[in-house]
């Protein structure tokens, strides 16, 4: 097998509680080749350390732009909704639930969050929808279609809601097309200018006040991406002035963890900073969504060795767990960069990373430099904490997995 300069491979995702130390993989205090000999393979491993760092940083970045007292961070659980990882955060204090279906809201609340820490946004609602959600008295309701505002009218007179608008403008990792909910292209996302005044006249009609706004345009974006959420903001700005009786503006999720050595991290002064430039003189309560963010980079996939092989001119490294389990990598192409749980001698061969799932796309990771892999049983894919899980399938009826919080 080939080698080449291993610095790369290790330099640009280390960080305190994820590095090498004296050649072994170490992941919130503890070897990685512990937790797989403890765990198997497949098997998620989630730090909550990380995940309250993580939030914690979102909370000195809002505070620093400003909005001590006037903010909310919600957790979006579509991003990982693993029991005891919610129940932690519910002990935790520092979030609510940002959450996308009924089946959502009640397992928060069976986590110990009340509906009025939960807000609720979702589209193609049916009536057994709106039937469960108007059993949780409290809940925040924000409604991305004029069909979710008469629905809700009906089942909610009198009540208070956020209405979800789209800017058609949108920001993502890249400007990746995938990740974007909103741009030229139309979508179902949320209601566009055209139609905002019919909204609010058909929530006035119903007895509802809209006292918030809500808009989510993309996924991912980091710091070179930031002019660009800039001008997402901007273009909202209108919404909100149609509204008189606004208290609340929520700006969704998105914010990324680098994937690759290119990608650097996001700078959470320039975010808070562009936050404050919008909203900082407005009278009004600000809220976060992120999913991503909070707790992508808290979580490691340990896989298993299956075979390493070359074929033709090239090396294959299999593992015991295909796409299925953690499908961005397939769907978004948002690489998981793969690590040895022991550095070895130094040298590095070029591999194609693939899993057990009999499809195309079951790639992994394409040309990974990793260290000498035959006698290494185990594989670490990182930022595995965020939609991997909560995306799984049992495609080839290969979807068995475990999952494991661990401090």
């Not at 990882?85 to 809201?105: F, N, R, Y």
């Not at 001698?345 to 990771?365: C, K, M, P, R, Y």
């Amino acid at each position: 097998m080939q080698s080449q300069p291993s610095a790369r491979y290790y330099d640009w995702w280390q960080r305190q509680d994820l590095c090498y130390q004296d050649g072994k993989l170490m992941f919130a205090g503890h070897p990685v080749s512990a937790l797989a000999a403890r765990y198997g393979s497949p098997a998620f491993v989630y730090s909550m350390a990380r995940v309250k760092a993580n939030l914690q940083r979102l909370h000195s970045a809002l505070e620093a732009a400003g909005f001590a007292g006037r903010y909310s961070i919600l957790y979006a659980m579509k991003a990982n909704r693993f029991a005891p990882l919610l129940t932690h955060l519910k002990t935790l204090g520092l979030c609510g639930i940002d959450a996308c279906s009924p089946q959502e809201v009640e397992l928060a609340v069976s986590c110990g969050f009340k509906p009025a820490q939960i807000s609720f946004t979702a589209g193609s609602l049916s009536k057994n929808d709106f039937d469960i959600l108007s059993r949780f008295d409290g809940l925040v309701m924000d409604c991305d279609s004029i069909h979710a505002i008469k629905t809700w009218g009906k089942y909610r007179p009198g009540a208070a809601i956020g209405i979800r608008i789209n800017p058609a403008l949108g920001v993502s990792r890249e400007n990746n097309s995938a990740l974007q909910y909103a741009g030229s292209v139309t979508t179902k996302f949320g209601i566009y200018r055209e139609q905002f005044h019919e909204a609010l006249a058909i929530a006035k009609a119903a007895g509802l006040t809209v006292n918030k706004i809500h808009f989510h345009t993309g996924c991912g974006y980091l710091t070179p991406q930031l002019e660009q959420w800039d001008r997402v903001i901007a273009s909202c700005q209108w919404f909100l002035d149609q509204c008189p009786d606004l208290r609340v503006v929520n700006v969704g999720g998105g914010l990324g963890v680098p994937h690759t050595a290119e990608d650097g991290t996001l700078d959470l002064t320039q975010w808070g900073e562009i936050l404050r430039k919008h909203f900082g003189n407005r009278k009004i309560q600000l809220e976060v969504e992120p999913g991503e963010y909070v707790l992508k980079d808290a979580g490691l996939l340990l896989l298993g060795k299956t075979y390493l092989e070359k074929k033709q001119n090239t090396w294959f490294l299999g593992l015991d767990a295909g796409f299925n389990i953690a499908p961005e990598p397939a769907y978004y192409k948002l690489p998981f960069q793969p690590l040895s749980l022991e550095l070895g001698n130094g040298t590095f061969s070029q591999l194609q990373v693939v899993g057990n799932i009999n499809e195309a796309l079951d790639v992994w990771f394409q040309d990974a430099w990793l260290p000498a892999m035959d006698n290494q049983d185990y594989l670490a894919l990182i930022n595995a904490g965020a939609y991997s899980s909560s995306m799984a399938s049992n495609h080839c009826m290969r979807g068995a997995f475990r999952e494991y919080l661990i401090d």
